[in-house]
């Protein structure tokens, strides 16, 4: 849970031109949802009765969907870790479908395919792998689409945004069983980004064909 807390609460994001619009939704609810993924159950409910208020005017407000639920997928680890299985499976049903609505909505929004890829990414770490695999995939899918939406204005993007998105790429692919992709997008890596903090890792698999568990998760794919 430790990891996926770290995962959500660094998915930031920076303008295609390296500064944050101003409105953004994101920075509207993410210290509180930030706070609630470290312990701060207050903050999260204030987090998620944000989302839910804006929910109620336009149910199809697609990045309040897609925070709201991660914050019920985060509240279903956490019911998992309390030995409640019934409760943690429902929220973490109800948080999956909320993020995929919203990616149906907009899904050419930056500001939704990362956050729901980061958390499926994560959230599937210690699960059966015939359960993780169709998620794993969903997240890469989602990463690609981000690659190709960010395509024009890519280079123009620093060495951590762009060694993010690799990463999570390249990790994705490394987890589906294709070494063959895995390499291209960490060869991509040390080659566009090499002073992303993603790049060290990147060559340990390149030289290993593994990264160490302990090696830390960084903000796999936070950046617009």
């Known amino acids: ?14 303008g295609q031109n390296g500064a944050a619009p101003a409105g953004r939704f994101d920075l509207m ?7 609630g993924f470290a312990g701060d159950e207050a903050r999260l409910k204030k987090g998620m009765e944000a989302c839910e208020e804006i929910l109620a ?12 639920g991660s914050g019920l997928l985060f509240q279903g680890g956490m019911a998992f870790a309390a030995g ?12 999956l ?7 149906a909505l907009e899904p050419e929004n930056v500001g939704v395919l990362i956050p729901q890829a980061a958390v499926l990414l994560v959230a599937t770490r210690n699960m059966p792998p015939d359960t993780a695999r169709p998620l794993i995939e969903q997240a890469v899918g989602n990463y690609e689409k981000v690659l190709t939406i960010q395509a024009p204005y890519f280079s123009t993007l620093g060495d951590h945004p762009k060694g993010e998105l690799l990463f999570g790429l390249a990790e994705g692919y490394s987890r589906l069983g294709k070494p063959e992709l895995a390499r291209r997008y960490f060869e ?6 090499p002073e992303s903090g993603q790049a060290p890792r990147a060559r340990m698999w390149l030289d290993t064909g593994s990264i160490p568990k302990t090696a830390g998760l960084g903000c796999v794919g936070c950046h617009k």
């Open 1 to 14: 849970m430790t990891t996926l807390i770290f995962a959500i609460a660094l998915m930031l994001g920076i």
């Open 84 to 95: 409640n299985p019934q409760r943690g499976g429902e929220l973490f049903g109800r948080g």
């Open 57 to 68: 005017a336009n149910p199809r407000h697609a990045e309040a969907l897609v925070w709201h």
């Open 97 to 103: 479908e909320e993020m995929n609505r919203a990616v």
């Open 29 to 35: 609810v993410r210290t509180d949802f930030f706070a």
């Open 188 to 193: 991509r890596l040390v080659k566009d980004a």
